[in-house]
């Protein structure tokens, strides 16, 4: 016959893991449901974070679509450019100096490297950059006959 000690222990053991059960199936089934409710939040945050990418993006490319409008764009100086541009038009450093409103010094030392035009010199490169020689020879007339052309003394 078994001990009643023995009995009640083995009965205690019993309830006391029934008890547990039930308490942690309970916590189980919230931590079923955080888990559910954690991922169903990543996938809205995902989603959320690619259309503000998208968004974004398009913003971008219309504000550079706008700045590319009303900003003046940007005039690169190359040297090489600057001599090859010089001799297409057929000018000597000191007429291409005349035109741009610089020494003809200037000129040499931009075309070897040596110094860099000014932001206003860059705009009167720019400008004359589109012409073509009988444009040039126009201008040249026209800034030579105003007294465009410096007097030494």
Known sequence: MP???????????????KEAR???EATKRASTQYRKHIAALKRQLTALERQV???GRRAMGKAAAAADDSAPSKVRFVAKGLRSQRTRLGLSASD????????AQSIY???????IPRA???KSIATIRGIGKREALKRLESVAGNGGAKSRR
């Not at 030392?109 to 110094?115: D, R, S, Y």
């Open 109 to 115: 030392n931009w075309e070897q490297g040596h110094a």
């Open 22 to 24: 039930t308490q942690v």
């Open 120 to 122: 206003e010199q860059l």
């Open 3 to 17: 001990n009643i000690g023995s009995l009640l222990k083995q009965e205690i053991v019993r309830l006391s893991r």
């Open 96 to 103: 291409y100096g005349r035109l741009v409103g610089v020494s």
């Open 53 to 55: 990418t998208m968004l």
